[in-house]
């Protein structure tokens, strides 16, 4: 099984000033620990259920272009962008610029967006959920066109109208940047990982809800006639403590790889982050490493 570090907090000692020599303290560390992904927040402002909104709060793909100059290995996106945040057109541009910079590691993380305050502070339009969730989907649809070289022509949805979808360079990574959304949802989170995704980011980290989560991934896959093998599936760490437990972290991440899943995304610990994951190379990666995950 592997890993990887979400830098989500940025309060860190001596910031704002500290910052960037911690994520590139961290990121290095990350890639040295063994990890697989560094990926960031993308928020506007640090979301009230774990900090306040007016703490530490770094825009997404700047912070992973900045850890691109820092490392060598691991793949870098965030997780995961609202899709309010960026016009698609230009989003799937921002990705194919971390990937080619990055010489091919670049993954593009979607979800529905939720945080209608850092919307409504920064005047971003914040439409109902049903249609972000068909911009998403418009989303996914608009990234994959720009990513076909033999499609340059316009794209015509409900909510998007693009003249010509150009993307030149193209990226790296063949045949595109892997496609992350993240989130639970049942009836259209999980149909469009189906459809268009190649990693499933879920939030919940419980054996029983994921269990139930990748049954219901399973049906969408059968429906469309995907193959369900294809799609790498990931858990977030949350609030577990892989250094203060690392028993019981172990033992959830056996029951998870048991499952099929091949990826936990632990969070970054202030305020010595590169520390944090430096020790869990060292004490619990090589433990993780020796669980094969169901399938694989």
Request: proline residues 7%; charged residues 20%.
């Amino acid at each position: 099984m592997r890993f990887g570090l979400h830098f989500m907090d940025f309060t860190l000692p001596g910031a704002p000033a500290s910052i960037a020599a911690t994520i590139a303290r961290t990121a290095r560390a990350t890639e040295d620990a063994g990890g697989s992904w560094f990926t960031a927040m993308d928020h506007y402002f640090q979301m009230e259920r774990f900090r306040t909104a007016h703490d530490e709060m770094l825009e997404g793909y700047t912070v992973l272009g900045f850890a691109a100059a820092h490392t060598s290995r691991v793949r870098l996106g965030t997780l995961v962008t609202g899709v309010t945040y960026r016009h698609p057109g230009l989003l799937a541009k921002i990705a194919t610029t971390l990937d080619v910079l990055s010489e091919g590691r670049a993954i593009l993380g979607v979800g529905a967006a939720w945080y209608e305050r850092e919307h409504q502070a920064l005047g971003v339009p914040y439409p109902p959920l049903a249609e972000r969730f068909e911009r998403l989907e418009e989303t996914l649809r608009i990234a994959l066109q720009m990513w076909d070289p033999a499609e340059v022509g316009p794209f015509d949805g409900a909510h998007y109208h693009l003249a010509e979808t150009i993307c030149v360079p193209a990226p790296l990574s063949s045949p595109h940047p892997p496609i992350m959304i993240g989130g639970n949802g049942e009836q259209k989170t999980l149909r469009m990982v189906a459809q268009y995704a190649d990693i499933a980011n879920f939030t919940v980290n419980d054996p029983d809800e994921v269990a139930h989560k990748l049954e219901v991934l399973r049906a969408h896959c059968d429906r469309l006639g995907r193959d369900y093998a294809a799609i790498e599936k990931t858990v977030q760490g949350g609030q577990l403590d892989p250094l203060g437990d690392p028993d019981g972290f172990l033992r959830r991440m056996e029951q998870l790889a048991a499952l099929g899943v091949e990826h936990v995304q632990l969070r970054n610990v202030a305020p010595d982050p590169a520390g944090f994951i430096a020790e869990f190379g060292e004490r619990v990666a090589p433990r993780l490493a020796e669980l094969q995950p169901a399938g694989r």
